[in-house]
């Protein structure tokens, strides 16, 4: 258990639809990462946070939206949903974005869009 | 981020010593070597990583070469559930854009066979 909580586990919804991702970081981890992993595809950056405040952004489509709140938890927006979203989307937390400081993965939302 | 390359594949008798090489010649002084791993769409789990010295933890020993240039993560017994996806990761430091996120290759898949 790495003590990153991920909600929920699995989602199926429908194309153009929105859903939200949620994470709590593990106890005291400011830094909070969003990672999508598709079939065809390893493991993609999409977002960072800090303490609040977007720190890096990777590949992240403009349809997706994320947020951290004051309590560090963070969420994941997707809209507008295409069948090529379905993904496991990884949410992963470290004490700060120091390279010395290990980041921990939760188990992943596995998004369906039908 | 520093580039690293993997083997793509690797075979490991169960019980024995498994090594997974990588190389990363253009790593910068500041940078950390992360080993991940990932067993079937579980969320990645964190192995060990290092700056300069070899290191150990119960999981693993990480062998860093002198110039920093590759490194060898050991398993020192394999079994059969440490068949997986091993990435290894050139950890940018905090600042600009990257601010310490992991940027994930297509690692080494390591079969454990009986």
């Known amino acids: 258990d790495s003590g990153v909580t991920q909600t929920p586990k699995h989602l199926i919804t429908a194309t153009g639809q929105r859903v939200t991702l949620r994470c709590s970081p593990r106890s005291g981890d400011l830094s909070v990462y969003w990672y999508q992993q598709s079939l065809d595809q390893g493991l993609q950056f999409l977002i960072q946070?800090?303490?609040?405040?977007?720190?890096a952004k990777g590949n992240i489509l403009e349809r997706f939206s994320a947020q951290q709140f004051p309590d560090l938890h963070s969420e994941l927006n997707l809209s507008s949903l295409e069948l090529g979203d379905s993904a496991l989307y990884f949410c992963?937390?470290?004490?700060?974005?120091?390279?010395?400081?290990?980041?921990?993965f939760g188990e992943g939302s596995w998004l369906t869009v039908v | 981020d520093a580039k690293t390359t993997q083997p793509p594949s690797m075979d490991c008798a169960e019980g024995r010593a498994a090594n997974l090489p990588c190389n990363h010649s253009t790593i910068s002084g500041n940078e950390y070597v992360y080993w991940y791993r990932q067993i079937h769409s579980q969320g990645p789990q964190y192995i060990i990583h290092?700056?300069?010295n070899n290191e150990t933890n119960e999981m693993a020993s990480l062998i860093i070469t002198e110039d920093r240039k590759s490194s060898t993560l050991i398993l020192p017994h394999a079994t059969l559930r440490d068949t997986a996806v091993y990435y290894c990761?050139?950890?940018?430091?905090?600042?600009?854009?990257?601010?310490?996120?992991?940027?994930f290759g297509q690692g080494t898949i390591l079969t454990v066979h009986p």
């Open positions: 946070y800090y303490n609040g405040e977007e720190r």
């Open positions: 290092g700056l300069k």
């Open positions: 990761i050139v950890r940018a430091n905090a600042g600009g854009t990257s601010y310490g996120k992991l940027t």
């Open positions: 992963a937390s470290s004490a700060s974005g120091a390279s010395g400081n290990t980041i921990y």
